[in-house]
Each structure stands twice: as C-alpha cells, then as structure tokens.
Nanobody, 121 residues
Framework: QVQFLQSGGGSVQAGGSLRLACQASGGTFARLPMGWFRQAPGKDREFVAGINWPGDSEYYADSVKGRFTISRDNARDAVYLWMNRLKPDDTAVYYC??????????????WGLGSQVTVSS
C-alpha cells in the first residue's frame, strides 16, 4: 500500500502562488498515474489535475487550467502541484492520491490528511 505525505500549502493573497508536494512511500510509485484533488468547505471532493506515470502527459479541471501545473519526479517518488494566480475559490484542503484510471477523475481508496490552502481576497 503506497502512502503519501504532503507538504506545502498555507495562506496567500489572491493572485499569489503556492506549491504542494507529495512524497510517496511503501509501494511502487513510479508506475502509478497520480492526481491532485481538493475539497472546499461544504462541498464534495473534486479532481484538480492528473499526470501519467512517465510524467509526460497531464490534464486539468477547467477551473484551474492555465493556472496550475502538476509535475512528478519518479527518482524522488514525488509529485507536485504548482498553483499560480490563486483565487479565493481555490481555498480548500488539497489531497494527492493515485488515480483509479488514467484519464479519470477518481482517486483510489486511501486518502491522507491533505494540505490546507487558503486564498484571501
């Protein structure tokens, strides 16, 4: 069972930038398609971005396209989310997880604690 330890996040003003990092351990990370997800207060968890296991193909939710970038470093068992031009609507707890299927928007069953991102106007 691969487990994920997240770092980064925090509070920023609208228009600012943050980076999230996700460190995998305990399994074969390099073959997993990975994703970032988020859950805002009172809302369901939603897909944000996905990346294939070689790291050469990504896709994004429309709400973050052009502002967020997902990347991975398989040598370090890590995946990142670079968030630019942040908006108050981006405020949420962010989670990394492996994707159930490449091209899908569902994560696998195990969810970590997540990282809080707060964007003030």
């Amino acid at each position: 069972q691969v487990q994920f330890l997240q770092s980064g996040g925090g509070s920023v003003q609208a228009g600012g930038s943050l980076r999230l990092a996700c460190q995998a351990s305990g399994g074969t990370f390099a073959r997993l398609p990975m994703g970032w997800f988020r859950q805002a207060p009172g809302k369901d968890r939603e897909f944000v971005a996905g990346i294939n296991w070689p790291g050469d193909s990504e896709y994004y939710a429309d709400s973050v396209k052009g502002r967020f970038t997902i990347s991975r470093d398989n040598a370090r068992d890590a995946v990142y989310l670079w968030m630019n031009r942040l908006k108050p609507d981006d405020t949420a707890v962010y989670y990394c997880n492996s994707l159930r299927t490449w091209g899908g928007t569902q994560g696998n069953d195990y969810w970590g604690l997540g990282s809080q991102v707060t964007v003030s106007s």
